[in-house]
């Protein structure tokens, strides 16, 4: 029987690590993470409203929702804009570079079996 494609692996062990996944309150919280690496990466700040004009990360509560979450785990640092006193700044912070690092690893351990 011949292997099936990376890519197919990939996409059923994200499936199956949703479906064991019991915390509900960090559903789609990964995404933002990945999404503020990569504007970091490119030395784009990041602003909630960014997140909520992407149409990504769902309604303006959701995505408040899910910043408070990152937040309070220590996966993002969040801080008034210094040039404008209504947006908030969001940052990675070490934790939360650390965990997409280790979703990095397993991913590639998962994709060489």
Known sequence: MPKSPAYARWLNAMAIA????SDAEFE?????LAFMSIKEAS??????TDLVQS??????PTVHRKVSTLSERGLIKVSASKTDGRAKNLVLTKVGEDLLKERTKLMVSMLKA
């Open 28 to 32: 789609g919280c990964e995404e933002i």
């Open 55 to 60: 149409l990504r990360f769902g309604t303006g």
């Open 43 to 48: 030395n784009e700040p990041v602003k909630i």
């Open 18 to 21: 949703r479906k064991e996944s």
